[in-house]
């Protein structure tokens, strides 16, 4: 599936200064490696050898059919073995083993969060996949004071330091939508949400990390501090190393949240309240929308969580039949706050904005609610047996350069409805974002993302089936593919070197860089399909 590296950088006609230093670079480790004691191994000599290892967790070799599966229900790669680890020893020994059998193996490590990939990027094929979940140390550690921060193991989940820092009156400063993923796994990619626009990704809001590389050394970096590694494995896809503990910022957190919806009809209109809300100093805390096409008794749905401004003008408004664009806003605030004072706060902004009047929908929740609002969706869907479903998602970060265009083409041409799952979007300000991460991010100031949050009925051939979505999903890659209109992949997957060489662009020889110093065998996150451990660094 995968050309070998070596074909990336003696090509003639792409031959460089830095891809010979690179080359060279596996060179040397090829000749240390090739000098190693261990013969080529087979997969029962290396289990039988894996099985005889201490931990203090546990390594198992049966009943690992679960690291098999992930969220997009697609993929299922089944292990050799899952590690669940309860040091940080644990990790970097195994990885050190697998490290050490050098060339002689083609044994591949993957770290496992909550399990909530998309395509088996956190799967290894008669590898060994790594429970990060199982990690418990540290325990949540906080700072408070002037520039208050969290220590947490990497496989903690969100919702949990949301739980542990709000009896503190403290709160990280930025989230994804679903909480019930661990810090690990939204660090090897971005972790985005509505609060993007003014604090950036979760990536920006960490103070410093522990990692294990895919040598097996465990290694302390921040923006001072090994800062190169720091930056690498910020968005980096698990290729550099496995986050073991992070340092997490946070700031005071607010008790109560006004959430509000409103719908347009014009995108234009839609798109320019959105770019104005995010570029404003004062505005609200939080901005997301959806896109909705063609659903049926839209506001008497919303009524279950959320009340009209004015109930009769709301009786009187349709969706059917229409394309339409939902913004959602959020202001924090606090109980001994006057209530008139956030009211006519909230007035005046959107007095601002130019939605439809009628479908004005407003809510009280408490702030905890407000950030676990996903969960909600996930139990009743969980109910109906349908959370353990395929999802072919698509996640897209669109430049506002092209965003009028995309939308287009797209909305109601190759999406004719939105019954499949919802369609989010909305702009972040790139200017607020951490510079020399690895994630990969349009080259514009301003931008959308645009994801495509499907769900595919088992068996079933019409619409709602796999088949159907994947196809449709196709369709919207074909049309973003325009080098033009500068579109790139959140939580990218592809399956050729040149696709993932357009997706890295200018950084493509920086992320090989970063592997050859902190991966060299190509050990680790395997399921991302970026580089093949068996033939990565074999030179030809």
């Known amino acids: 599936m995968f050309s070998t590296l070596s074909?990336?950088?003696?090509?003639?006609?792409?031959?460089?200064?830095?891809?010979?230093?690179?080359?060279?670079?596996?060179?040397?480790?090829?000749?240390?490696?090739?000098?190693?004691?261990?013969?080529?191994?087979?997969?029962?000599?290396?289990?039988?050898?894996?099985?005889?290892?201490?931990?203090?967790?546990?390594?198992?070799?049966?009943?690992?059919?679960?690291a098999a599966n992930d969220f997009g229900n697609r993929h299922h790669l089944m292990p050799s073995a899952v590690l669940n680890p309860k040091s940080i020893s644990d990790i970097s020994s195994i990885v050190k083993y697998v490290f050490d059998l050098g060339l002689n193996s083609e044994l591949t490590v993957a770290a496992?969060?909550?399990?909530?990939?998309?395509?088996?990027?956190?799967?290894?094929?008669?590898?060994?996949?790594?429970?990060?979940?199982?990690?418990?140390?540290?325990?949540?550690?906080?700072?408070?004071g002037k520039r208050?921060?969290?220590?947490?193991?990497?496989?903690?989940?969100?919702?949990?330091?949301?739980?542990?820092?709000?009896?503190?009156?403290?709160?990280?400063?930025?989230?994804?939508?679903?909480?019930?993923?661990?810090?690990?796994?939204?660090l090897s990619n971005a972790g985005i949400s509505g609060q993007a626009f003014r604090h950036g990704p979760q990536i920006n809001n960490v103070y410093r990390l522990q990692v294990v590389t895919g040598r097996g050394e465990v290694a302390i970096c921040s923006e001072e501090q090994n800062s190169d590694l720091f930056h690498a494995v910020l968005g980096g896809l698990g290729q550099f190393g496995i986050i073991t503990q992070a340092r997490i910022a946070l700031e005071p957190a607010p008790k109560m949240v006004k959430w509000i919806r409103a719908?347009?009809?014009?995108?234009?209109?839609?798109?320019?309240?959105?770019?104005?809300?995010?570029?404003?100093?004062?505005?609200?805390?939080?901005?997301?929308?959806?896109?909705?096409?063609?659903?049926?008794?839209?506001?008497?749905?919303?009524?279950?969580?959320?009340?009209?401004?004015?109930p009769v003008q709301a009786n009187e408004f349709t969706s059917e039949g229409k394309i339409l664009?939902?913004?959602?806003?959020?202001?924090?605030?606090?109980?001994?706050?006057?209530?008139?004072?956030?009211?006519?706060?909230?007035?005046?902004?959107?007095?601002?904005?130019?939605?439809?009047?009628?479908?004005?929908?407003?809510?009280e929740v408490s702030y905890i609610d407000f950030l676990d609002r996903v969960h909600v969706s996930e139990i009743k869907l969980r109910e109906k047996g349908l959370w353990d479903i395929p999802h072919p998602?698509?996640?897209?970060?669109?430049?506002?350069?092209?965003?009028?265009?995309?939308?287009?083409?797209?909305?109601?041409?190759?999406?004719?409805?939105?019954?499949?799952?919802?369609?989010?979007?909305?702009?972040?300000?790139?200017?607020?974002?951490?510079?020399?991460?690895?994630?990969?991010?349009?080259?514009?100031?301003?931008?959308?993302?645009?994801?495509?949050?499907?769900?595919a009925m088992p068996s079933s051939?019409?619409?709602?089936?796999?088949?159907?979505?994947?196809?449709?999903?196709?369709?919207?890659?074909?049309?973003?593919?325009?080098?033009?209109?500068g579109i790139k992949q959140y939580l990218p997957h592809y399956t050729t070197r040149e696709e993932w060489r357009a997706h890295f662009g200018d950084q493509w020889e920086v992320f090989c860089r970063r592997k050859s110093s902190y991966d060299p065998l190509a050990i680790l996150a395997p399921g991302q399909r970026i580089f093949q451990r068996e033939k990565a660094f074999a030179l030809q």
């Open 7 to 66: 074909h990336i950088f003696f090509k003639k006609q792409t031959f460089s200064f830095l891809g010979l230093l690179f080359c060279l670079s596996f060179m040397i480790n090829k000749e240390h490696l090739c000098s190693s004691n261990h013969p080529f191994l087979t997969p029962l000599t290396v289990n039988s050898s894996m099985a005889n290892m201490k931990f203090a967790g546990r390594l198992s070799f049966t009943n690992v059919e679960h």
């Open 112 to 144: 496992r969060g909550h399990g909530h990939s998309l395509e088996g990027q956190a799967q290894a094929y008669k590898g060994v996949v790594i429970k990060m979940e199982s990690l418990r140390v540290p325990e949540m550690s906080f700072q408070t």
């Open 148 to 186: 208050p921060y969290v220590d947490v193991s990497a496989g903690e989940l969100w919702i949990n330091i949301l739980h542990e820092s709000v009896k503190k009156g403290l709160a990280p400063k930025s989230w994804t939508d679903y909480l019930h993923l661990t810090v690990g796994g939204t």
């Open 263 to 310: 719908l347009y009809a014009d995108f234009s209109t839609f798109a320019e309240d959105q770019e104005r809300i995010i570029s404003s100093a004062n505005s609200f805390d939080y901005v997301e929308g959806f896109v909705i096409i063609n659903r049926t008794g839209l506001l008497n749905n919303w009524r279950s969580s959320f009340n009209p401004k004015d």
């Open 325 to 363: 664009f939902c913004l959602e806003v959020a202001k924090y605030y606090n109980p001994e706050e006057s209530a008139n004072h956030i009211n006519q706060e909230i007035d005046t902004l959107l007095s601002e904005l130019n939605y439809i009047k009628s479908t004005l929908f407003l809510s």
């Open 393 to 455: 998602w698509l996640n897209l970060l669109v430049p506002k350069r092209s965003i009028h265009d995309f939308a287009r083409e797209v909305f109601g041409k190759i999406l004719k409805d939105t019954s499949n799952g919802p369609v989010l979007i909305y702009p972040v300000n790139k200017s607020k974002w951490k510079h020399g991460t690895s994630l990969i991010t349009p080259d514009e100031d301003v931008f959308y993302l645009v994801a495509f949050l499907s769900s």
């Open 461 to 485: 051939t019409g619409k709602d089936g796999l088949e159907h979505i994947l196809t449709q999903n196709k369709k919207i890659l074909s049309y973003c593919g325009g080098p033009h209109l």
